[in-house]
Structure formats: structure tokens, C-alpha cells
């Protein structure tokens, strides 16, 4: 991966203590699993940041390389990759997803 591209994505990473990489943005998702991430996220009432990927395909490509996870959308908390919409699913039904974001505050 380029420097600069690896700057970039941290420097987005830093904009946020919570920002979701994902298909649209966070008042129009343009796909099914990234509007549910945003709904999980609306329910436990953290301000979370979102980035839009298909208006900015350096950073769809170089974040696939990045965290090493090829699908979006991709939700980080302080910097970290937590996972996407499988994994967010799961976090918010064993309550996990609350505390995750809620140490981000």
C-alpha cells in the first residue's frame, strides 16, 4: 500500500472515535447491510461518522488491504476494525455493541 493512501485512511480513522466505512451514508445507505449497521448504531445513541466508499473508490480498494477484510461495510471504533454487518449483528444482539461504542464516548 502507497504511504500516502496508509496516511489517508489513518487520518480518516482519527477524524472519528466511531465511523463506518460503508455504501452511502448514515441518512441514505446505499445497500442493505450498511443501513442496517447505521440502524444498530442509531439504537445505542452514540454520534458515530460515516465515509462514503462508492464516491471514493482509492480508499474502498486501499481499505480492503488495510484491515485485511474485503466486504463493507467495515465499523471502527478508536481506530479499530470491529467488523462488519455479521459481526455488528452479533455484538448488538449479546448486548456487546452498546460497550463497544459507549467506550468510545
Known amino acids: 500500500m502507497e504511504p500516502a493512501l496508509r496516511e489517508r485512511i489513518e487520518s480518516l480513522l482519527k477524524s472519528s472515535r466511531v465511523l463506518?466505512?460503508?455504501?452511502?451514508?448514515?441518512?441514505?445507505?446505499?445497500?442493505?447491510?450498511?443501513?442496517?449497521?447505521v440502524g444498530l448504531l442509531k439504537e445505542t445513541g452514540v454520534q458515530f461518522e460515516t465515509h462514503n466508499i462508492m464516491a471514493d473508490?482509492?480508499?474502498?480498494?486501499?481499505?480492503k488491504e488495510y484491515s485485511n477484510w474485503p466486504t463493507f461495510p467495515q465499523l471502527y471504533v478508536?481506530?479499530?476494525?470491529?467488523?462488519?454487518?455479521?459481526?455488528?449483528?452479533?455484538?448488538s444482539a449479546s448486548g456487546e455493541l452498546s460497550k463497544i461504542v459507549?467506550?468510545?464516548h
Open 78 to 91: 478508536n481506530g479499530e476494525l470491529v467488523g462488519g454487518c455479521d459481526i455488528v449483528n452479533e455484538l
Open 57 to 63: 473508490a482509492e480508499i474502498r480498494q486501499g481499505l
Open 102 to 104: 459507549g467506550a468510545a
Open 20 to 37: 463506518l466505512f460503508m455504501k452511502g451514508n448514515k441518512m441514505f445507505p446505499q445497500c442493505g447491510f450498511s443501513a442496517q449497521v
